[in-house]
C-alpha cells in the first residue's frame, strides 16, 4: 500500500487488518486539506469582486458571504461525498473517484505507484500545514504571508 513506511506508534494496523477505509479516509481528508491551505493562502490576497468577498479574514468570510453561496458548497461537497460512498466498502482502490482525467494513462505501475506515494505525502504535508495555518491564524489574526 502506498505511504505505507512502517510506522504505527499506536498499533492501529494490529487493532484493523483491513486498512482500505482508512486510506479512504486518509486520502480524503488530505485531498480536502490540500485545496484548504491553497484556499486559505488565495482568499487571504486575492478577491472576487463584490463586498461580500472582500473579508481578509479567512474565518470571519464564511459569514460575510451569507447562507446561500455556503449552501451551494455544501451542496457540491454532498454530492461527491454520496457518489462515492459505497466504493469505500466495494473493494475499489482507496481514493479512485474515477476522476483521473487521464493523468495515469500511459504510465507503468511503477510510475503510477511512484505518483500514489507522492500524493499520500502530500496528502499527509497539507494536513500538517492546514492546522498549523489554522492555529496560527486563530492565534495571532495576521495573515500568513505578511
Known amino acids: 500500500m502506498a505511504g505505507d513506511v512502517g510506522f504505527d506508534p ?12 482508512a486510506r479512504w479516509a486518509e486520502l480524503k481528508h488530505g485531498r480536502i486539506a490540500m485545496l484548504a491551505i491553497v484556499g486559505l493562502l488565495t482568499q487571504t490576497y486575492f478577491h472576487l469582486p463584490g463586498e461580500a468577498y472582500q473579508n481578509s479574514d479567512p474565518f470571519g ?12 458548497i ?7 461525498e454520496l457518489s462515492n460512498f459505497n466504493k469505500h466498502y466495494d473493494g475499489s482502490e482507496p481514493g479512485d473517484i474515477g476522476w483521473n482525467g487521464g493523468l495515469l494513462r500511459g504510465k507503468s505501475d511503477e510510475e503510477i505507484a511512484k505518483v500514489k506515494e507522492q500524493e499520500i505525502q502530500h496528502c499527509r504535508l497539507a494536513m500538517l500545514a492546514i492546522t498549523g495555518a489554522t492555529v496560527q491564524t486563530l492565534i495571532f489574526h495576521e495573515p500568513l504571508l505578511g
Open 10 to 21: 499506536m498499533g492501529l494496523s494490529e487493532i484493523q487488518q483491513d486498512l482500505t477505509y
Open 61 to 72: 468570510a464564511v459569514s460575510s458571504v451569507g447562507l446561500g453561496v455556503n449552501l451551494q
Open 74 to 80: 455544501f451542496a457540491a461537497i454532498g454530492i461527491v
